[in-house]
């Protein structure tokens, strides 16, 4: 080392939140995980028209489960959103808040029909997807 200079000091917080692995307890995604990683952060509040999908032909076109973002569909946990929602966004539902992943998702898929106010949860199965049917929720978005 010739020279070393400090240019700024170190702070003893955080200053940035990135993507990062999202821990799994067995097959189920850690919703206290997801809360985790957003505290501190603004969220936008807008309500979004949900309707549900799965890895079917029906559904999707293709029966392999792989979103845009490259990663496996996980039901409960992956959201197709439209362009506007930058895929790694996570969200937050409170009406679906008793389900398995306590209400949070990761935008990780598109969709043709998918534009910026409308969101699809991925279900484990057509029936679910079919009974959940469309409706109205407010979402918390955490970009």
Request: glycine share 12%; with cysteine.
């Amino acid at each position: 080392v010739i020279s070393e200079e400090i240019i700024k000091e170190p702070v003893d917080k955080i200053v940035q939140i990135s993507t990062k692995v999202i821990t799994r307890s067995g097959s189920r995604v850690s919703g206290e995980t997801l809360a985790a990683s957003v505290i501190g952060r603004q969220a936008t509040v807008v309500s979004m028209n949900a309707s549900a999908y799965c890895a079917c032909v029906n559904c999707c076109g293709k029966t392999n489960g792989i979103t845009a973002s490259g990663a496996s569909a996980t039901p409960w946990y992956t959201l197709a959103a439209g362009r506007g929602v930058p895929i790694g966004t996570i969200v937050y539902i409170p009406s679906l808040s008793h389900t398995a992943n306590g209400g949070w998702f990761v935008v990780q898929d598109r969709g043709g029909a998918i534009s910026n106010n409308r969101i699809d949860i991925f279900m484990g199965s057509h029936g679910e997807a079919i009974q959940f049917g469309r409706k109205n929720l407010e979402c918390y978005l955490y970009y």
